[in-house]
């Protein structure tokens, strides 16, 4: 006798529905601690529940997985792919339309890497997010420079640089005389824009408050580097434990180096029959074309949504492809941005989707990657 169930998760309520063959119909409510998701469980096994649905409520549906999964099939579905129907919605009508789901064979579960993988996507996702507070600390630590009138991010590439780090650090220790400031300057900013301008750039009007706050921005600076290398380190340790092979084999596709290929280790795991085409695995990351054509008319190009930390790796690759001399990669680059005069974006979308294609062959054919030989595909074209 078959029998499934539908979650409907909420942050501190489950709403549970249990539908067996027999048309019985079991309905409760059970609250989020772990004791109550045990009884949850107890109650699915005494109705030898085989399939469980839910709906990926933010967060919160991970801990009900991790209790559950030993002990059935889970599925879990996108809210958009399983609406409720029109009439009177609650929360009890909403399980008993996924469990009704799940029973008709109506819905597919989502991607959900195993454990190991989550481990690494943990980490990449709190690199992703140091690098965005180390980017707002830099720019907060350039207010406050302007704010004394030191307008040295004026005449250097940015503000990570080590000049421009130097200059803060001997501020931070109480030193404001230019004449000291700009020995910690690189020799060709100076040579670039002239030691007058740089001295005068360095001449400002510095209290103790701003010494204050600026020594506070460059240690939380430091301190959320040195917590991004942490997280790296354990992101290669975890990929050299695991997936020895796999991490070498993606290193050896040009624009994909160690940080890439941790993070695309834990974005999309290793095996690929979660993906049953590269093009299936390019959809599913965002980066194919869309397809809104209506009466012989194409609406939109645009790349669709998806995985937008998968992308936002596989775009940066893209940048280091494009430069990598010899590749093919590079030649593409070169021609759809030269010969052909289109968009240098465009043309790192379309070689970041080629990069992923190249990740799923290489993940799935468990072989290194080899380069577009002209001569192979002329030879095999002739019959040799």
């Known amino acids: 006798m078959r029998a499934v169930c539908g979650l409907d998760v909420h942050k501190d309520s489950v709403f549970l529905c249990i539908l067996c063959e027999t048309g019985e119909i079991v309905e409760r409510v059970f609250g989020v601690l772990t004791f109550q998701l045990r009884d949850m469980r107890r109650l699915m096994q005494s109705y030898e529940v085989s399939e469980v649905t839910m709906e990926s409520t933010s967060v919160y549906w991970i801990p009900i997985w991790r209790v559950l999964e030993p002990y059935f099939h889970l599925r879990l579905v996108n809210p958009y792919f399983i609406k409720q129907m029109p009439g009177r919605k609650s929360d009890v ?34 690199i992703f997010d140091l690098d965005a507070e180390i980017v707002r600390k830099l720019s907060k630590l350039d207010a406050v420079m302007q704010r004394c009138n030191l307008r040295l991010s004026n005449y250097v590439s940015n503000t990570d640089t080590k000049s421009y780090k130097q200059v803060v650090e001997c501020l931070c220790g109480g030193t404001t005389d230019p004449e000291q400031l700009i020995k910690r300057i690189h020799g060709r900013i100076i040579n670039k824009h002239g030691r007058e301008t740089i001295l005068a750039a360095l001449t400002g009007v510095v209290s103790d408050a701003e010494k204050d706050v600026m020594r506070q921005l460059r240690q939380e600076l430091e301190m959320a580097e040195s917590h991004k290398q942490e997280c790296h380190k354990k992101m290669v340790e975890i990929c050299q434990t695991h997936f020895r092979e796999q991490f070498k084999r993606l290193m050896t596709i040009p624009g994909i180096k160690e940080r890439a290929a941790t993070s695309l280790i834990a974005e999309i795991g290793v095996d690929m029959t979660k993906f049953q085409t590269a093009a299936h695995l390019a959809s599913w990351s965002g980066l194919r074309p869309r397809n809104d054509e209506s009466n012989r008319k194409v609406k ?3 790349i669709t ?4 930390f998968l992308r936002k790796t596989l775009i940066e690759c893209a940048w280091g492809a494009s430069r990598t001399q010899g590749c093919f990669f590079s030649w593409f680059s070169y021609y759809q941005t030269q010969v052909r005069r289109k968009n240098k974006m465009k043309v790192l979308v379309a070689v970041a989707r080629k990069l992923l294609i190249a990740v799923w062959h290489v993940l799935h054919d468990q072989t290194d990657y080899k380069d577009f030989d002209p001569d192979r595909e002329r030879r095999i074209s002739n019959g040799v």
């Open 93 to 126: 009508k909403d399980a008993q339309w996924i469990a009704e789901c799940t029973c008709k064979d109506l819905i597919r579960g989502s991607f959900v890497p195993p454990e190991i993988i989550q481990q690494l996507l943990q980490y990449d996702r709190r």
């Open 300 to 302: 939109s190009r645009r």
């Open 305 to 308: 949504h998806g995985n937008v």
